[in-house]
């Protein structure tokens, strides 16, 4: 199994954030195993990211995505692979529970655009953010 890391956002091509995550993410797929073979950073274009993920998909068989999944309109991932795939949004429960506690423990109150954060794409594998 091969894969591709990609990462989305603006603020990561202005150069405003680095890109820690995509380091993260290759050195545990390598330490299990898994070759990455190429790490792409794209803009929050929803075209910029549809045309990352089908060249993505055409070269491995594993492609990770992280960044432009927010409550913020700039956040278009996953309208854009939605439409690049034809698949559905469907409401992701545990992720809803993950999202409400960390709020809850902030003391801040969770609001129905927070929970549009749990609704992926059908057939996706979500994993968990523990970090952050």
């Known amino acids: ?32 195993g898994i070759p990455v073979i190429r790490i792409i950073t794209c803009s929050d274009d929803p075209q910029s990211i549809r045309d990352s993920v089908s060249s993505a998909l055409e070269e491995s068989e594993a492609v990770l995505m992280t960044g432009g999944l927010g409550p913020t309109n700039d956040d278009r991932t996953r309208k854009s692979v939605q439409e690049l795939l034809g698949r559905k949004l469907v409401f992701d429960e545990p992720s809803c529970e993950r999202i409400a506690e960390r709020f809850r423990r902030r003391r801040r109150p969770v609001s ?9 794409i059908e057939g996706s594998v979500v994993i968990p953010n523990t970090k952050g």
Not at 13 to 19: C, T, V
Not at 112 to 120: D, L, N, P, Y
């Open 112 to 120: 129905e655009v927070m929970k549009s954060q749990a609704m992926v």
């Open 1 to 32: 199994m091969k894969a591709v890391i990609i990462s989305i956002g603006d603020e990561l091509l202005k150069g405003h954030r680095l890109n820690t995550n995509a380091s993260f993410i290759a050195r545990q797929l390598g330490s299990i």
